[in-house]
């Protein structure tokens, strides 16, 4: 396995389930990153992990919790969504947070119904 | 509101010719711009980047200027081949950021050979 895997791809459920979106890296990248996506808006930044410690947290509510237990995983633990938290969730990697070439993941496709 | 915008949904342009994705930016304390490029599918990958200390930045078939004084940055593709066709997303940063990229909403490039 290379770069950045994100499983699953696609993820449909309901807004009383919890379900988790992992991430793991395989470039020796130190710092990871959840972006959001949703219908015709711009990529948002959710959170950024650096050695594993959570640097930034961009005012995302606390139905969404990010998990980084080692530099080369990282989770986005989900609960009690909304129907407009359906979007296109990416991950990505880089060599420090100040290294802008980020590796993204193919993203999860989450549907709440 | 949208600190970088690309105002074009959609461009096409014939295999051979001059692809010119623009982009606007709003907030004086970028300092460092980036072009990422996506596939249907796939995650947004790393194209080029510049500084603000330069205008120019050349790689390969790729060309990114930035007029600081209109912020104003455009990618430049010669010549266009079908497969580059793709969504082309410009990002922007400032220093002091937490690896924080602003992204535009993305222009889609047909290339029709």
């Known amino acids: 396995e290379t770069g950045v895997t994100q499983t699953p791809r696609h993820l449909v459920m309901g807004m009383t389930n919890k379900k988790s979106l992992k991430c793991e890296q395989h470039l020796g990248h130190n710092a990871m990153y959840w972006y959001k996506q949703s219908a015709k808006k711009p990529l948002e930044l959710m959170f950024v992990?650096?050695?594993?410690?959570?640097?930034e947290n961009n005012s995302v509510p606390s139905r969404f919790s990010p998990e980084c237990p080692n530099s080369s995983h990282l989770f986005l633990h989900l609960h009690t969504l909304q129907p407009e938290d359906s979007a296109l969730y990416l991950c990505?990697?880089?060599?420090?947070?100040?290294?802008?070439?980020?590796?993204f993941g193919s993203g999860t496709r989450l549907t709440v119904v | 509101d949208q600190q970088v915008k690309q105002n074009s949904p959609s461009l096409s342009v014939q295999e051979g010719r001059i692809s010119i994705l623009n982009c606007d930016y709003t907030?004086?304390?970028?300092?460092?711009f980036l072009w990422y490029k996506k596939y249907p599918a796939e995650g947004p990958t790393f194209l080029i980047s510049?500084?603000?200390?330069?205008d120019k930045n050349e790689d390969g078939r790729f060309t990114v200027f930035l007029n600081k004084s209109a912020k104003h940055l455009s990618l430049h593709i010669v010549p266009s081949q079908p497969g580059d066709s793709a969504v082309y997303f410009c990002?922007?940063?400032?220093?002091?950021?937490?690896?924080?990229?602003?992204f535009g909403k993305g222009t889609k490039l047909s290339v029709k050979p």
């Open positions: 510049i500084s603000s200390i330069k």
């Open positions: 992990y650096s050695l594993e410690e959570r640097v």
């Open positions: 990505a990697s880089s060599q420090g947070i100040l290294n802008y070439g980020y590796t």
């Open positions: 990002a922007a940063s400032r220093r002091g950021s937490q690896g924080n990229l602003i």
């Open positions: 907030n004086s304390m970028f300092d460092y």
